[in-house]
Nanobody
Framework: QVQLVESGGGLVQPGGSLRLSCAAS????????MAWYRRAPGKQREFVAV???????NYLASVKDRFTISRDNSENTMYLQMNSLKPEDTAVYYC?????????WGQGTQVTVSS
């Protein structure tokens, strides 16, 4: 069983930065991928970024030049560095880890971009 805990969310002004963390407890050895998703108010959850076990990354087009996904294997932690934040980035951000078809989710962290 894997548990994920997100942190690092908060209120930031447009143009600001935040770094989200996703800490995994339990072994994630052999995972397939780790990813970030978000759910904005009144909208469906959408994919934001993914990093595979081999280190390949992919991003939602609207965040590709502003967000960076990374992981620290020694600490079982994944990060999402978010720069040049926009009001439309406001959402609850969730991380997940996939082992093939089995996916574990965190509880989410709120990011609010507002002046």
């Amino acid at each position: 069983q894997v548990q994920l805990v997100e942190s690092g969310g908060g209120l930031v002004q447009p143009g600001g930065s935040l770094r989200l963390s996703c800490a995994a407890s339990g072994s994630i050895f052999g995972f397939t991928s780790m990813a970030w998703y978000r759910r904005a108010p009144g909208k469906q959850r959408e994919f934001v970024a993914v990093i595979t076990n081999g280190g390949i990354t992919n991003y939602l087009a609207s965040v590709k030049d502003r967000f960076t996904i990374s992981r620290d294997n020694s600490e079982n932690t994944m990060y999402l560095q978010m720069n040049s934040l926009k009001p439309e980035d406001t959402a609850v951000y969730y991380c997940n880890v996939a082992f093939g078809a089995t996916v574990y989710w965190g509880q989410g962290t709120q990011v609010t971009v507002s002046s």
